[in-house]
């Protein structure tokens, strides 16, 4: 399902993978959702969800944080930027 989400949460579970050997592998929860006044926005849409193992959590909270690191550098750029004209 496609479309704008503007509230995003991360959680252990409560999903689960089986293992060899018994056992299960908590799973992260990813979820993609509207909030509270999205009705008003008209942009009531269904909850996204995302399970994944932990391996692949912490991949997309590197990448997460390499791009927001790099957000924020290049807005301080175009700030200081700004500021010489």
Do not use: H, K, W
């Not at 949460?9 to 056992?23: F, I, N, Q, T």
């Not at 932990?54 to 790099?70: E, I, K």
């Amino acid at each position: 399902m496609s479309g704008y989400r503007a509230e995003i949460e991360a959680s252990a579970g409560p999903a689960r993978l089986g293992r060899v050997g018994g056992g299960a592998l908590l799973l992260v929860r990813v979820r993609l959702f509207n909030g509270p006044d999205a009705v008003e926005r008209g942009t009531d849409l269904p909850d996204v969800f995302c399970d994944l193992d932990p391996r692949q959590a912490r991949t997309l909270a590197s990448r997460l944080l390499a791009a927001a690191d790099d957000a924020e550098r290049q807005t301080l750029n175009a700030d200081y930027r700004e500021t010489r004209r």
